[in-house]
């Protein structure tokens, strides 16, 4: 009966051992979680800077016109960093010959801006996507997996929103991937089709519905994985609003993209 007492506090001092292990364990978790949130979080700037030398301005350069530079939207460099992917919107059909008008890619930053004359190769009209190549060697971008992208998944965009009226600065926005969803549902009524609409439900695909602001210049603009770089997507509100939202008669502020696989597809096409 007498050692009672020390039977009871071996006890008491077993449990506080484990007490005190499996608060250490938890308090590890907690930490280790903590970090990787950090860690995540500081991904982006790092991201960033590793996407925005790949993006670039498209438009057209004319030595005799005032201004001689007319910006049409974004693109981002791909393949052996001669080649340029865009909407194909964003390309005019024609260029003025008599004023020496060229397509052209913009690189770089403000007043470092350089001037790269592009040359279309090919497009993809169904899918608003253009290929261009240009003679000088630039910084690219690693193309991911869209068939693989979450809704809720975190994303950026870098692009140049409202043209030339901002600089030539590339401006990231960042959001998730809200929904993916078919490019031009069902209607209601058939009143409601229209000739773009009926020609997208022929041959229907998924587009990436992005909670995530971008203007008219960044059409073109590479849609990334925040963590990786990786793109998934192209901007594109023009195409897809044409089908989703055409009977909206005060379109949303939502944002599409084009997956990243049609964006492969091009590019096998002429052999890249």
């Known amino acids: 009966m007498e050692q009672l007492p020390s039977v009871r506090k071996r006890d008491y001092n077993a449990k506080a051992r484990r007490r005190s292990r499996r608060l250490g364990i938890a308090f590890t978790i907690l930490m280790a979680g903590l970090a990787a949130v950090a860690v995540e979080a500081a991904n982006l700037p790092d991201t960033i800077d590793k996407i925005r030398p790949a993006v670039v301005a498209v438009g057209t350069y004319s030595p005799t016109a005032s201004p001689r530079q007319q910006f049409r939207g974004t693109g981002f460099v791909v393949g052996n960093g001669r080649f340029v992917v865009t909407n194909s919107h964003v ?72 043209g030339m009226t901002l600089g030539l600065y590339p401006v990231t926005h960042r959001g998730i991937v809200s929904a993916i969803s078919p490019m031009a549902p069902p209607q209601m009524a058939s009143k409601a089709l229209t000739s773009t609409m009926i020609r997208a439900m022929r041959d229907p695909y998924d587009v990436l519905q992005l909670d995530v602001t971008a203007y008219p210049g960044n059409s073109g603009s590479p849609v990334y994985d925040q963590n990786t770089g990786q793109v998934i997507g192209v901007v594109n509100s023009v195409l897809v609003k044409a089908t989703k939202e055409a009977a909206i008669a005060s379109p949303s502020g939502i944002t599409y993209a084009i997956p990243v696989r049609f964006v492969r597809q091009l590019m096998k096409t002429y052999g890249l």
Do not use: N
Not at 106 to 128: T, W
Not at 135 to 150: E, H, N, Q, Y
């Open 91 to 162: 390309v005019p059909d024609k260029v003025d010959s008599e004023q020496h008008e060229t397509i052209a890619v913009f690189s770089g930053r403000g007043r470092e801006a350089r001037y790269h004359p592009a040359r279309l190769i090919g497009r993809d009209v169904q899918h608003d996507l253009a290929l261009l190549s240009i003679g000088t060697t630039l910084p690219t971008v690693k193309l991911g997996d869209a068939s693989r992208a979450r809704e809720g998944e975190e994303i950026a965009l870098t692009g140049f929103p409202i």
